[in-house]
């Protein structure tokens, strides 16, 4: 059964950290390219960073630039994403993607609540 699935949320308050974890089973995340989207309450779902399958070159939203890092470990089928210096505007639903040419997978998403 192909599967992403998120994991590593959770509360944390402003200034913490957590570090997001996307892991695939079914399917090998090689030559996919990986993005983490995020979804606020009353809020659209937004792109936070992505990484490709060819050579590693990470993207980052203006906002997220020095607090968080993508990163992937291909043997593991994970892909993580490190947060610093939350804040409670990071709150919401992370969800991971996987996409190819042919393919284009979600996972269920995890909570990240950034509150004192």
């Known amino acids: 059964q192909v599967q992403l699935v998120e994991s590593g949320g959770g509360l944390v308050q402003p200034g913490g950290s957590l570090r997001l974890y996307c892991a695939a089973s079914?399917?090998?995340?090689?030559?996919?390219?990986i993005g983490w989207f995020r979804q606020a309450p009353g809020k659209e779902r937004e792109g936070v960073s992505c990484?490709?399958?060819?050579?590693?070159?990470?993207y980052y939203v203006d906002s997220m630039k020095g607090r968080f890092t993508i990163s992937r470990d291909d043997a593991k089928n994970t892909v993580y994403l490190q947060m610093n210096s939350l804040k409670p505007e990071d709150t919401g639903v992370y969800y991971c993607?996987?996409?190819?040419?042919?393919?284009?997978?979600w996972g269920q998403g995890t909570q990240v609540t950034v509150s004192s």
């Open positions: 993607n996987a996409e190819d040419d042919y393919h284009d997978y």
């Open positions: 990484i490709s399958s060819s050579d590693g070159s990470t």
């Open positions: 079914g399917f090998s995340l090689d030559y996919h390219s």
